[in-house]
């Protein structure tokens, strides 16, 4: 259902039951899915792919010419999946060269005045509170809750079901299912109260506690206490990935209590 004051494009594609309320502008190049909602005053440009079942609120823009002097106008798109909810004024760019896309998951909510910049690949089930602002190129990876008015830096890496504290200025990758807070930002233990939310047992969360305990607590250097990790606890889904993460790290992880 479309409001006579809104303008589509007559070349987008717009699944039959998409409602648009009124002064929305929506460009060429634009895919959105059934059953998603556009409130007043958005604006989607070219290249966004929107799913189905989505909430877009007022005043949000959607694949906006992305913030690179290196931009050239390629093509490149801006994909946001099923039922994720992006809130009033976000504001999402759509890709560069670099990696031609940028990314929002599904059920995710994205909370108002939030910026997404090029090549952004955010997971599923992900939470940025009020006010985050995410530089080029980082990777927020599932189940990351992510407080308000957290300034991430670009190509940082933030890990699967890590809790960050609200303001947090990161500039260092975020090891998944650890909490993280404090300025120069720093591990804050792991997130026992999330990952039991979402199923982890007891000896899951004792297993994980025991791997940050060696990171963290030992004294060693990464390399040794991955070493460490490796030679001296069970291999699990969750070990492996930990010690993946670590040693993938391009920028480095964050460091261990002050």
Known sequence: MKQPLAYVHPAAK?????????FVTIDQNVEIGEGTRI???VTILEGARIGKNCTICSGAVISGIPQ?????????????????????CVTVSRGTASKGKTVIG???LIMAYCH???DCVVGDNVIMSNAVQVAGEVVIDNYAVIGGGALIHQ????GQHVMLQGGALVNKDIPP???AGRNPISYAGINSIGLRRRGFTNEQIRDIQEIFRYLYLSGMNNTDAIERIEAELPATKERDEIILF?????????????
């Open 14 to 22: 717009i699944a039959n039951n998409v409602v648009i309320d009124p």
């Open 116 to 118: 997404v910049a090029h």
């Open 39 to 41: 409130g007043s005053n």
């Open 246 to 258: 670590v040693r993938n790290s391009k920028r480095g992880i964050i460091r261990g209590y002050v």
């Open 68 to 88: 690179d002097l290196k931009f050239r106008g390629e093509e490149s798109v801006a994909i946001i999946g099923d039922n994720t909810t992006i809130r009033e």
């Open 177 to 179: 299912y650890v909490k």
């Open 155 to 158: 190509f940082s890496h933030i």
């Open 106 to 108: 599904s059920n995710c």
